[in-house]
């Protein structure tokens, strides 16, 4: 069964490089970009699916972090820098998230 | 030259560990495993991304602004780790089936 | 001079720095702008920066802090490999637990950089500190000794010594 599963995985991961790498026809940072974005449905299916509250706050906190580079690589392409400034602010706001919902997930006030 | 493939490379090996924390927080069996994984891959993978733009760029806006992405990544990630760990700890969210030893559980009770 | 004042200059010089890096100026506005919100900053949360003094001289622990960055980047790619290395496995081969280590470090910047240090290096992850006991709890994804003595010497040991000279 498990192996299985993990047959059914390594396909859908071969398909998506194939498609990617070599039918798909694009400037590079764009197919870096869909790898970023193929990482981003793992995280939301982890999001959607978690048996436990802990694992969505473990997702939401890694989606904050790749954000950032998801953010960093389009501003390479685009040749501005102004993508970088709302990654950091992103990164910020994604680390006070973090800390808050896991206190109120502890279940104390958010001042303790 | 040199520059532009030494950036690349970084690029490269960071999207693949990025990928590699991601499909570790689907694959592992617990919160607390799912939390290694993604922390260590995503962190390292998204430095390597901010460093092989700050080694394309070089010293300008852009490439301080990746700098200051790094350091406040390393300086973040780990905190928000640890709180979500403990959190999940105290309110009581199951260990996997296959753990070994549980020291925290003990020392936790005693001194309640 | 006095340890808080040391620290508000220290603060106001770093702050100021980034600063520069941010805008990267084109205006002396910009630089004045900056003047004053640097020292604000170190007027306002400047005295948490430097709280106890350090036996050790700037110099010397300026060259541990550059041979233990090293040290720790070596160890974070391991990390990293290992992660790949057992998400790729088709039965994740995990034998996982929290296990309780000791620590012989006094100040709490070094305790801090301690246990961020463990949760990026191989398999570990800072669960929870006893800071009356000096003790820290850590998940281990690969559990291989249960008791105190030997978890401390293989998780922590690497890195305390160099700490030491760093922050003592």
């Known amino acids: 069964m498990k192996i299985i599963r993990w047959l059914l995985g390594l396909m859908i991961i071969g398909l998506f490089i194939i498609f990617n790498f070599f039918i798909y026809q694009g400037p590079i940072l764009f197919k870096l970009i869909n790898v970023s974005l193929f990482c981003t449905l793992f995280v939301l299916f982890r999001v959607l699916f978690g048996p436990s509250p802990a694992d969505r706050i473990v997702a939401v906190d890694i989606l904050g972090i790749l954000i950032i580079g998801l953010l960093a690589l389009l501003g390479l392409h685009y040749k501005t820098d102004f993508y970088m400034d709302i990654a950091l602010i992103w990164a910020l706001l994604s680390f006070i998230a973090s800390l808050a919902f896991s206190k109120i997930l502890e279940g104390r006030s958010l001042d303790d | ?112 | 001079m006095q340890i808080k004042t040391r620290s508000r200059i220290t603060v106001f010089i770093l702050s100021f720095l980034v600063w520069i890096a941010l805008t990267s100026v084109r205006d002396p506005q910009e630089l004045v702008a900056g003047f004053v919100v640097s020292v604000l900053v170190a007027l306002i949360a400047g005295h948490f920066f430097i709280t106890t003094e350090k036996s050790k001289h700037f110099l010397h622990r300026m060259a541990a802090a550059i041979l233990y960055f090293f040290k720790f980047l070596w160890e974070m790619v391991k990390a990293n490999f290992h992660v790949a290395y057992l998400v790729i496995h088709p039965n994740v081969p995990i034998r996982p637990g929290i296990v309780k280590i000791k620590t012989r470090l006094t100040k709490e910047t070094a305790i801090t950089v301690l246990t961020n240090s463990i949760t990026l290096t191989p398999g570990t992850l800072t669960v929870d500190i006893n800071p009356e006991k000096k003790e820290i709890y850590v998940h281990w994804i690969d559990v291989k000794f249960k008791d105190v003595k030997m978890a401390t010497k293989t998780i922590g040991g690497k890195f305390e010594s160099r700490l030491m000279e760093v922050f003592e």
């Open chain 2, 1 to 112: 030259m040199i520059r532009e493939i030494l950036g690349m490379a970084f690029i490269y090996i960071g999207i693949a560990f990025d990928f590699f924390g991601v499909l570790g927080l689907v694959r592992l069996p617990d919160v607390y495993n799912r939390l290694q994984a993604a922390t260590k891959c995503v962190t390292f993978g998204t430095a390597g991304l901010l460093f092989g733009i700050f080694i394309l760029q070089g010293f300008n806006a852009f490439g301080f602004k990746a700098l200051i992405g790094i350091v406040f990544i390393f300086l973040a990630a780990p905190v928000a780790a640890h709180a979500i760990a403990r959190a999940a700890h105290r309110s009581r969210i199951p260990l996997t089936s296959e753990t070994v030893v549980d020291a925290y559980e003990k020392d936790h009770e005693i001194k309640e």
